[in-house]
């Protein structure tokens, strides 16, 4: 098993950056894809981005490209996503996503591709 903690979430002001952390423990998540998705109040969970087992490829929503970053310290059992640029519509609980198969592809916007889950931290942007 593995359990997934997400940190890092809070207040900030749009135009404001904010750099969330996953930290793994249980087992190593090196040979994982990781994932972060998001979910809004009244909203489905809706994929944010993906990186594989070893950091070389990543894929992005199109609402977050060129704001936001995923990457992976496979040392440290931890994967990160750093956001720039927020918006108000970027608000919502952020979550973490583990795939025991390291690959990624297009499929891997869907939340059942993801066999771990964290519980979510809160991400909200003021106007």
């Known amino acids: 098993q593995v359990q997934l903690v997400e940190s890092g979430g809070g207040l900030v002001q749009a135009g404001g950056s904010l750099t969330l952390s996953c930290a793994a423990s249980g087992r190593t998540i090196s040979s994982y894809a990781m994932a972060w998705f998001r979910q809004a109040p009244g909203k489905e969970r809706e994929f944010v981005a993906a990186i594989n087992w070893g950091g070389t490829t990543t894929y992005y929503a199109d609402s977050v490209k060129g704001r936001f970053t995923i990457s992976r310290d496979n040392p440290q059992n931890t994967v990160a996503l750093q956001m720039t640029s927020l918006k108000p519509e970027d608000t919502a609980v952020y979550y973490c996503?583990?795939?025991?198969?390291?690959?990624?592809?297009?499929?891997?916007?869907?939340?059942?591709?993801?066999?771990?889950w964290g519980q979510g931290t809160q991400v909200t942007v003021s106007s």
């Open positions: 996503a583990a795939r025991v198969v390291g690959v990624i592809s297009s499929s891997s916007s869907n939340p059942r591709f993801y066999d771990y």
